[in-house]
């Protein structure tokens, strides 16, 4: 079954307590992108991966970083995680990296930083 | 910000109406989609509709794309208690671009 799961679903963490929140895909697509979603805000594109070692900036990277050394894996790094970063934050992968091709996402992880 | 923004922020119908929500943004666009997000939960692709394409249907869905006043519009016909949802229009240039949303109820 084609999936994109994100681990932790839920995490309820400190200021300053590194963490890191996996997405792993099965369907071989290229393009990999991280998403926070905050109410009134809508979705916003933290990084994105066009292929393996390809990482670009989105909207809002500001204290996230991103890696992608497999194809299938792309985690979204928090170093110093503030309270500003508490939201909903989603994985997508798509097929190809010129963008014309739908979005799958995953299940979401809600991250709380007290 | 490139974000699209949707209208109405809120729409509350009875079953088996329409159901139109209304994208417009800022730049020029690849492509437009549409996706709907149970609460929640991840977001589905619904339709996608190329810049040089005018309107397009699925099932019950008809978009429409208006590239000269950058704006499109989603029109669900029939609508059914399960398509309460939001529903969310995406742009791509050089990155995707998510509006705000439109948060659809559809009331038996």
């Known amino acids: 079954e084609a999936q994109v799961t994100q681990n932790p679903r839920y995490l309820i963490t400190v200021t300053g307590k590194k963490l890191t929140v996996t997405c792993s895909q099965n369907m071989n697509h290229e393009y990999m992108s991280w998403y926070r979603q905050d109410p009134g805000l809508g979705l916003r594109q933290i990084y994105y991966s066009m292929n393996v070692e390809v990482t670009d900036k989105g909207d809002v990277p500001e204290g996230y970083k991103v890696s992608r050394k497999e194809k299938r894996n792309f985690p979204l790094i928090l170093e110093s995680p503030s309270p500003n970063q508490t939201s909903l934050y989603f994985c997508?992968?798509?097929?190809?990296?010129?963008?014309?091709?739908?979005?799958?996402f995953g299940p979401g992880t809600r991250l709380t930083v007290t | 910000s490139q974000q699209g923004e949707e209208d109405p922020q809120a729409l509350s119908i009875q079953e088996g109406e329409n159901a139109t929500m209304n994208c417009s943004y800022k730049?020029?666009?690849?492509?437009l989609q549409w996706y709907r997000q149970n609460s929640g939960r991840g977001l589905v692709h619904l339709i996608l509709i190329r810049s040089n394409e005018r309107e397009k249907h699925s099932g019950r869905l008809r978009v429409t794309l208006d590239t000269s006043k950058k704006s499109s519009s989603l029109l669900i016909t029939a609508s059914r208690a399960a398509d309460t949802a939001s529903y969310f229009c995406a742009t791509t240039g050089n990155q995707f671009y998510f509006g705000t949303g439109t948060s659809l109820t559809v009331i038996p």
């Open positions: 997508a992968t798509s097929v190809g990296g010129d963008r014309d091709y739908e979005q799958y």
């Open positions: 730049t020029s666009i690849n492509n």
